[in-house]
């Protein structure tokens, strides 16, 4: 076991929490699950593969209900998956030394945080009107927020919704829904260009306590609403946690400036 058990526990609970949280506003959690494992393993290959594995648990659910109730409809994501799909596994496979790994990771932290608090101010655009664009984008930003995903080890929902709702490609519950998937089949191909570069590195102890874990919570997630605390307020409380970590590793796994 990589992990000691009262130190597995701790963490088992904030995958817990993190599931549910993220899972009830439609992300899979990625950024989350990669901040808390820094914490406690020091092999980057274990932390990529164990927070892909737990994304893919997390949207599974989510994402059959998206399309069962009508909010997701595959020909309007297949330029975004597309393009994102190849580029995640070539992402994936790139076997970085373990300093640059971590000068991304801390990176993407950084960014993910920033674009889960910019979500938060643009998704009164919900009630303006949608605008039409070029599939062209489609495939760009599935191309570069996919590769981005399978280099460090994220599905890229975090990254892809706020853009979107930015430039008001569709609906909120539609951009959840292309989210979503993105992350499922991201976390896939993922995990694809993991195991053929012989990088995927999976301790079953660790790895099943935290699948159970996420699995609990997102499904408590899915299932609930939250009245205490907004979908907002969620996201900015994860995005403080996301970017003070990232800052961390950026510094310290990355730069060695302590």
Not at 43 to 52: M, P, T, V
Not at 237 to 258: D, E, K, P, S
Request: with cysteine; aromatic share 12%; net charge positive.
């Amino acid at each position: 076991m990589l992990i000691p058990i009262e130190q597995l526990a701790l963490l088992c609970v904030g995958f817990f929490i993190i599931a549910t949280l993220y899972s009830s506003v439609g992300f899979g959690g990625g950024s989350s699950y990669l901040a808390l494992l820094t914490l406690f393993l020091t092999s980057f290959f274990a932390i990529r593969s164990i927070a892909l594995v737990c994304n893919v648990v997390v949207v599974s659910v989510s994402t059959y209900l998206y399309f069962k109730n009508g909010h997701a409809k595959l020909k309007d994501f297949l330029p975004f998956v597309i393009a994102s799909i190849p580029l995640a596994f070539i992402g994936a496979s790139f076997r970085l030394k373990e300093e640059v790994f971590f000068m991304f990771l801390g990176s993407s932290l950084i960014l993910s945080a920033v674009f889960l608090v910019s979500q938060t101010f643009t998704l009164k655009s919900n009630h303006k009107e949608t605008k039409e664009y070029s599939s062209y984008l489609s495939y760009v930003l599935g191309a570069g927020i996919g590769f981005l995903s399978g280099l460090v080890g994220i599905g890229g929902g975090i990254f892809l919704a706020p853009v979107l709702n930015h430039l008001r490609w569709n609906k909120a519950i539609k951009i959840a829904a292309l989210a979503s998937f993105f992350i499922l089949v991201n976390s896939i191909s993922g995990l694809f260009g993991l195991m053929t570069s012989d990088s995927l590195v999976l301790p079953w102890r660790e790895t099943l306590c935290l699948v159970v874990a996420v699995l609990l919570g997102g499904q408590l997630g899915i299932r609930i609403s939250l009245k205490k605390l907004s979908a907002n307020g969620i996201k900015r409380v994860t995005a403080l946690l996301v970017f003070m970590v990232g800052i961390r590793v950026l510094l310290l796994n990355g730069l060695g400036v302590f």
